[in-house]
C-alpha cells in the first residue's frame, strides 16, 4: 500500500446518493471522469476483472464462444432493423471523417446475426452460442449512482442462434442457469422476474433484479406464489363476466361541472339511490399512437375510475409504437371529443380505437361521460351499450393486486436489473435473412436469443449488497485481495515477519494487500474496513509473543492465533 | 473444430494487400465490419489476449499498476492542451444528448496527468507509472490492411511520473527495457529508431519499428554504427566552416528564363567559368507557419538545390506550428518575392524568417535568385553577403547521406511502428499544473512520460513477420492452441485415441485444438496450415501400429513417434 495508486477519501463525494458510489469512491475503486463515466482504479479493476472471470467461465461451460466485436459500428444494420432511431437520445451517434454515420454499440443483436449469416450456411453448424464482454455506451438520461448506470460500462452479451423452437428454448434455459450460477457465485441476492422485451423485440424475456433499496426497476412479486415480474409485463387477471339481462337500462344525467372522477363521484353519492365509488366510474384517457412509419391514430383506453394510467405499462403495451397524451390542438381539431365528459361512443365517433381494461368484462356497468359537455351516464353496461375494440394492459398495479392465476397477492419491490434474457425469436434474423440450408434442403430461418450481463453494474450492486456502515465487505468470490495484512508496529521483527507471512499465504495461493504505509494502526484498520477485504490480519503487538491477529470483515469478530496457524486458518476460510 | 465458430476461406479478401491481413480473414481469425473496424472470432481473440497477458507481465514487472480509463471522454481536457483541434479529422468527436462535447480517446496524457494531480499530493507518492490495455480510437484517413491500421484499436498506454529528470529517464529506461523484453517474448524482429515526439510535445523518443516489408514507417539506419532513426529525426552533420576571406565577390547576372534549378544549372555551364551542379545553388523554398494562436507568418528555408524538401521533416521540425506551401494569393501580396528568382534577402524584405538546411555553413558560396524577374547571384557568400535566422532540418535524407557524428552512411528501411516510447517532459503536467508538496516544502512540478504498444496491431505484425505461403505459424508464445491434432480416421480407436491423446496433453498444461470434422484428412490438413498452431498431431494410419505424427509448423519436418512419447515430445519443445 505504500506504493499502490490509491487514496482513500475522508468525506462522501458530493454529487454521491447511494451507498455504493459513495464507498467505491471513499475506498479508491473508480473516480469520475464525466456524469456516468468513470475510471476503474487498481482495485476496482481487479473486481472488476473477478467479475468478468466468472461470468466467462459460466459462458463457457454452457459452450458459448468468446469472440470480440467493435463497439463503434456503422449506421446500415442498425437502420435496417429501426433501431438507428427507435434508441432516440440514448444512442451516441458520430460521423466520421468522411461523412459517414457511425454509432456507438448499445447491444449487438444485429452484429451478430450478420456475423453468423456471414459464416454459417448449414443446419449442421448450428445452435451456436456466441459472447463478448464488451465495452457497451448508452446516452443514459440521467446517469446515477456511480458506475450503476453508467454511459460506459462492461457488459457480457451472448447471442444464441438455433433452428427450431425448441432449440431456442433450450438455448434459453441453458443462459438461464449459467446466469443462476454467476449470480450465486458472486454472492448476489436476486430474483428472477419475468418482463416485458423492452425495444429488443421478441417473445418470452425474464429479468434478474438484484435486491437493493436503491433500485431503480419496480417489479411486483407474491409470497404466496412466489410469482415475480416486472410491473410492465404484469398480467391482470380477468374477472368472470356477469350477467346483462335484468340490468338497469343505461340513462344519462346532467351533471353539472363534473369533469374530474372526485366531483363525478360526489355527484353520484347526491343524486343517485346508492353509495358510488370512484371504482364505480370508467376513466376514458385519451392518446394517440404512432406505429413504425405509420401516422398518428387516435386511441381511448377505459379503465376503472379508482386507478390511474402507468405510462410505462401502456408503452409497454403498445410497443414499438410511439405513444403520446393528446394535446390542446389535438381536442381541438376532434370536437367529438368533450374533453371530461368523453364516453365509448364520442372515441369511436371521433374515429378512435377503444381499448379497455381488462377488468372492464361483459356485463359490468359503469358511470362514465356521455359525450356532451356537463353530462354523464349512468348504468352503462360493457357488452351491451359499448363495445371496445379489445383489452389493454394500462392501468397501475398496486399492492394487494391479484396475481395473473388469482392465487396470490401482489406487493411491489425494488431491483437493480443485473441480467436479461429474451428470446427474440426471428426479429433480426428477418432483418437480415439470416438462413441456413435445413435438413431437407430448404431454407431455415434462424431463431436468435439475446443474453445480457451487466457486468460492471455488478461490481456496484455487490458493493451495495455487502458493505456496512465502516466500509465494503467484498464476497471471496471478487474481492481484489483475500487478506488484507496490517503492519501496526515499527519493530524490525514485525516488519520481517509480516513479510514472511505474506509470502507464505501468496505461497498457499492467498493474495495479499499489505499495509507498510507509515500510518498509525488506528488509521490502517479504518482503512481496512473501509477497503474491505474480507480477512484482515494484523501483525503487531502479539507478534513477539508468537500471535497475530485474523478480523473476519464480514462477522465483525476478531481472534488472536498462534503465527505458525494463521496460514492454515486463512486457507480454510 | 466441429462446433467452433470458425470458417476458413480458399479465396483473399477482396480488399486484402498484405499477407497477414489475407490470412487472418482466410484463417477466420478477424472479421471486418466497416472499413478499419473489425471484429475478434475465437482463435483471433486468443491470439489477442496472449499478448496482452506478455504486455501486462512486463508492465508488472517494472512496477505499472494496471487500471481502466474510459475510451469516451470530455471536451475539456483535450481543449485544455490543444489536442481538440490539433488532432484534426483524425478524432472521433461526438456531442452527448445535452450538446456536451465528446471525444473518443486516442491516446490518454490528459486523463492520466489530472488523475495523478486529483490523487496525489506529496513527493512521498512518487514515483508512479500506470498503465491500461485499452481500446482507442483514431479516425485513420487511410485504415489498412486489416488490424494492422486500425481506427478502433488495442493499444497498451502507459504514463510515468517522476519527481525530476534523473527519476523521468529511469522510467523511460525501465520502460525501454521492458519493451524490449515484451517484442522478444513475442519473437517479433524489430528496431529501435531515434523519433521526433510528433502530436504528442517533449523531449526524447524512441520508436519500436518491426521489420517488414509493408510498413508504412520508413527510418534509415547504419549498418556500421548501428544508428536507426526515424526520418524525421535524422540530424544533419554540419561541415567544418569555411574561410570567407579570398572569396569571389557576389555577381548579379541577367539568367533570363531560369525559374528552376535545372534551368539555372543550365545557364550557369553555359556561362560561368566553372563545372555547376545543382548542388551548387542554394533553393528557397517559401512556406507560411502558424503557431498555436498566432497569425500566419512568411518563412524561407534554403537548401542545397540537389536535394528537395520532405515535407514530414519539415513539419515535424516546425511542430506544434501548422505549415503551408505559399500560394498564388500569398504571393500576390507580397511583391518582395519574385517567384523563381527568390533570394535571401528577398525573404527578409518580404518580413520572414529565412532558415537554412544545416549543410549551409559559413563561407559556403551559393547560385541562388536575386530578387528580381530574370536574374539570379552567383558566390554569394554565406556569413558574408547573407545572415541566415538558423537552421532547420527540411531537406530529404537519401541513402548514402551520412550519420549525425558522420562515421556511418544511412540506408532507408520499412519498419510498423509496434511501441514508442517518449519524455513528455512538463508539457501535460504545466497544463494542468501537476504539482505535488516537495521535500522542501515547495511545490514540485511532476515529469510526465508516455509510452504506447501497439496491442492488437501487434497480432498483425507477428502474423506478417511468421508466415509462409501456406498460412500462418504463430510463435508458441501466442499461439491460440499449442497442438493441433488432427483426427486422420474414422476408426473408433482412432477417434478414442485422439481423444485420450488431446486429454494427456491438456493434463500436461498444453491446449488443444482437435479436428474432429467430418472432413478429409487433406482438408484438414490445409486447415491446419492455414490456422498455424506450432505444433501438428496426427492420429491416423500409423495409430494402429502406435504411431502418431508429429509435424512442425515452423520448420515443416514430420516426424513419426511412438503414442506414448507423444505428450513427453511436445511438451519438451
Given at each position: 500500500m505504500s506504493t499502490l495508486f490509491l487514496r482513500t477519501l475522508r468525506e462522501d463525494p458530493a454529487d454521491a446518493e447511494v451507498p455504493s458510489h459513495k464507498l467505491l469512491v471513499r475506498a479508491g475503486y473508480v473516480r469520475r471522469v464525466a456524469p456516468g463515466v468513470y475510471s476503474w482504479l487498481p482495485l476496482g479493476l481487479r473486481v472488476l476483472r473477478a467479475v468478468e472471470n466468472i461470468v466467462r467461465e459460466e459462458m463457457n461451460a454452457i459452450g458459448g464462444q468468446e469472440i470480440s466485436l467493435p463497439a463503434?459500428?456503422?449506421?446500415d444494420p442498425y437502420e435496417v432493423t429501426g433501431r438507428w432511431n427507435e434508441y432516440g437520445d440514448a444512442l451516441f451517434r458520430l460521423q466520421d471523417r468522411k461523412g459517414n454515420d457511425m454509432l456507438l454499440g448499445p447491444t449487438h443483436e444485429e452484429l451478430f446475426a450478420l456475423l453468423v449469416r456471414g459464416e454459417y450456411s448449414s443446419?449442421?453448424?448450428?445452435?451456436v452460442t456466441l459472447y463478448q464482454i464488451q465495452t457497451k455506451y448508452r446516452d443514459e438520461e440521467r446517469p446515477r449512482a456511480g458506475i450503476l448506470r453508467g454511459r460506459e460500462f462492461v457488459m457480457k452479451d451472448s447471442y444464441s442462434f438455433d433452428l427450431d423452437q425448441d432449440g431456442a428454448a433450450a438455448s434459453y434455459q441453458a443462459h438461464r442457469g449459467a446466469y443462476q450460477a454467476i449470480f450465486d457465485r458472486l454472492g448476489v441476492k436476486y430474483v428472477i422476474v419475468k418482463a416485458t422485451s423492452g425495444a429488443m423485440g421478441g417473445s418470452a424475456s425474464e429479468e434478474f433484479l438484484?435486491?437493493?433499496?436503491?433500485?431503480e426497476d419496480t417489479y411486483v412479486r407474491s409470497i404466496e406464489t412466489g410469482y415475480a415480474a416486472n410491473v410492465e409485463a404484469v398480467i391482470t387477471p380477468v374477472p368472470d363476466a356477469i350477467a346483462i339481462e335484468g340490468q338497469p337500462a343505461a340513462q344519462v344525467y346532467e351533471t353539472g361541472s363534473t369533469p374530474t372522477i372526485a366531483t363525478l363521484v360526489d355527484w353520484a353519492n347526491a343524486t343517485l339511490d346508492r353509495t358510488v365509488t370512484s371504482a364505480d366510474t370508467l376513466k376514458n384517457i385519451l392518446v394517440k399512437v404512432r406505429a413504425p412509419g405509420k401516422d398518428w391514430q387516435i386511441m381511448g383506453i377505459g379503465i376503472p375510475g379508482d386507478r390511474d394510467v402507468d405510462m410505462k405499462r401502456l408503452e409497454a403495451s403498445l410497443e414499438p409504437a410511439e405513444v403520446a397524451l393528446l394535446d390542446d390542438a389535438d381536442f381541438a381539431k376532434t370536437p367529438e371529443l368533450v374533453r371530461g365528459y368523453i364516453g365509448p361512443a364520442g372515441v369511436k365517433n371521433a374515429g378512435g380505437t377503444y381499448l379497455v381494461d381488462?377488468?372492464?368484462?361483459?356485463g359490468t356497468r359503469w358511470i362514465t361521460g356521455a359525450d356532451e359537455q356537463g353530462k354523464h351516464v349512468v348504468d352503462?353496461?360493457?357488452?351491451?351499450?359499448f363495445e371496445p375494440d379489445g383489452t389493454i394492459e394500462a392501468a397501475e398495479v398496486r399492492d394487494g393486486d391479484l396475481t395473473p392465476d388469482g392465487t396470490g397477492t401482489l406487493l411491489s419491490a425494488k431491483g437493480i436489473e443485473i441480467g436479461h434474457i429474451f428470446q427474440l425469436g426471428t426479429k433480426y434474423t428477418d432483418a437480415f435473412e439470416v438462413d441456413v440450408l435445413g435438413e431437407t434442403g430448404k431454407p431455415v430461418r434462424l431463431i436468435q436469443g439475446s443474453y445480457g450481463v451487466g457486468v460492471s453494474r455488478l461490481v456496484a450492486v455487490i458493493a451495495e449488497q455487502c458493505h456496512d456502515d465502516k466500509g465494503l465487505r467484498w464476497p471471496k468470490s471478487v474481492t481484489p485481495y483475500d487478506v488484507h495484512l496490517v503492519i501496526a508496529g515499527k519493530d524490525a521483527a514485525v516488519v520481517e515477519g509480516a513479510e514472511k507471512l505474506a509470502a507464505d499465504l501468496d505461497a498457499a495461493g492467498l493474495s495479499v494487500l499489505i499495509d507498510d504505509r507509515k500510518a498509525s494502526p488506528g488509521v490502517k484498520f479504518k482503512d481496512a474496513e473501509l477497503l474491505g477485504m474480507p480477512a484482515v490480519v494484523v501483525v503487531g503487538r502479539g507478534f513477539a509473543g508468537g500471535t497475530v491477529e485474523i478480523r473476519d470483515r464480514f462477522a465483525g469478530t476478531a481472534e488472536e492465533v498462534p503465527v505458525a496457524e494463521a496460514v492454515a486458518i486463512l486457507s480454510a476460510r
Open positions: 463503434l459500428l456503422p449506421r443446419y449442421k453448424d448450428l445452435p438484484a435486491d437493493s433499496e436503491v433500485g381488462p377488468r372492464v368484462v361483459s352503462l353496461v360493457a357488452g351491451r351499450d
